[in-house]
């Protein structure tokens, strides 16, 4: 344990003081006396057990000095600012000034050598100014590839925490729609078995058995984000004799679904419970003409294919398309969050129908929720 400790704490020192930048700037000189000397155990030769040691030192460090002025002074200062006058001026003087100092270097290194400046670096050198040929381009290069590591460097962070803040986002946008749908299918549900209690008692002791297995699943089997189709499927129908009951026969319901081979087949939860409510919400309450429901639910390989219409009168039609598409914005919103180029829905309304048409390409459920699956199927056999 204490070994661990304190190679944590020697990491956080290293990247706190941003030492491991000693390396990169020696290793990126080297990498161009490679290219100057074209022999990569010479230019390692010269650069570290010669005279021109102290010549490439001074490359190294004030060349970092002035990389580092830039970043962490120059630009959060002036360039970030708008600025843009008074950097460049500042920036032009910072370059010109580790050039300056680089070019000590190579007096140093011949004096270090006992030697003249034009006999170690030719007889072109006898001037300070000319080994501004060299340092200044070496140094500007310098501060063009500190400049692009440091926007590429704060471009993916800003990148990742954008998608970050998105994921967030989506997860609580999503998390609010759903529980904005759970309450307004609660209130309905306890009027519906509010209403059978003085009408038919028996009736309204079938409806309170079944409502207490649509709260179970709402509690406890929906929590994930995909949920086993047949449990979706199960749950409409406990939903659907539950409205059947309460509607007291005045509705027609045909209620037909095809469902080959979808057990490991999964759906977000609540997403077809929508518009089946809305059916009924707004079905018509004709006394001299049929009142119908018609819900068909099939599945061809991985695609859901859903059909609801309900018959409707006018004033139905209008209050389904205003006050009853709340619930329909909220599923269609949750649909282009869950399911982004994944479905088609289309609804239809007219002064006697009202229709909805949904194709859905639905996934396989994890391996962990087909093993659970497989096991509740095994107990549910058992009892």
Request: glycine share 4%.
């Amino acid at each position: 344990m204490n070994t661990l400790t304190t190679d944590k704490l020697n990491q956080n020192w290293l990247f706190k003081y941003k030492l491991y930048h000693i390396p990169f700037w020696c290793v990126y000189h080297y990498f161009w006396w490679v290219i100057a000397v074209g022999d990569p155990l010479a230019a390692a030769s010269s650069m570290f057990f010669s005279a021109y040691t102290v010549k490439i030192l001074f490359y190294v460090i004030f060349q970092a000095l002035a990389v580092y002025f830039n970043l962490y002074f120059l630009i959060p200062r002036f360039l970030e600012k708008n600025r843009l006058t008074e950097y460049v001026i500042y920036l032009a003087i910072t370059i010109i000034c580790a050039s300056s100092l680089i070019n000590t270097g190579y007096y140093l290194s011949a004096f270090l050598a006992h030697c003249t400046i034009t006999k170690m670096f030719g007889a072109e050198a006898g001037s300070f100014f000319h080994f501004f040929n060299t340092s200044l381009p070496s140094t500007l290069a310098s501060m063009t590839l500190a400049m692009s590591i440091k926007l590429t460097k704060n471009w993916i962070q800003a990148e990742r925490k954008q998608q970050i803040m998105e994921k967030e986002k989506l997860e609580t946008e999503l998390k609010f729609l759903k529980y904005q749908f759970n309450p307004h299918f609660l209130f309905n549900s306890i009027n519906s078995i509010f209403f059978l209690i003085h009408k038919n008692p028996d009736m309204a002791s079938d409806s309170l058995a079944k409502f207490s297995g649509l709260l179970r699943y709402q509690l406890y089997e929906c929590n994930d984000q995909q949920i086993s189709l047949d449990k979706e499927i199960t749950y409409l129908k406990n939903f659907i004799e539950l409205e059947k009951l309460r509607q007291n026969n005045n509705v027609e319901v045909i209620f037909e679904v095809e469902q080959p081979n979808t057990e490991y087949l999964g759906i977000a939860p609540f997403i077809l419970m929508t518009f089946v409510e809305n059916a009924f919400k707004h079905v018509s309450k004709h006394s001299n003409a049929p009142n119908w429901i018609s819900i068909k639910l099939s599945t061809s390989e991985r695609q859901l294919d859903l059909l609801i219409s309900n018959s409707t009168s006018p004033d139905e039609v209008t209050e389904a398309v205003s006050y009853g598409g709340i619930g329909l914005k909220n599923v269609q919103r949750r649909l282009d969050l869950v399911y982004p180029g994944q479905y088609q829905l289309d609804i239809q309304h007219n002064d006697n129908c009202f229709e909805i048409k949904l194709q859905l390409k639905l996934s396989e459920l994890g391996f962990e929720n087909k093993e659970f699956w497989s096991k509740e199927q095994g107990l549910l056999e058992q009892r």
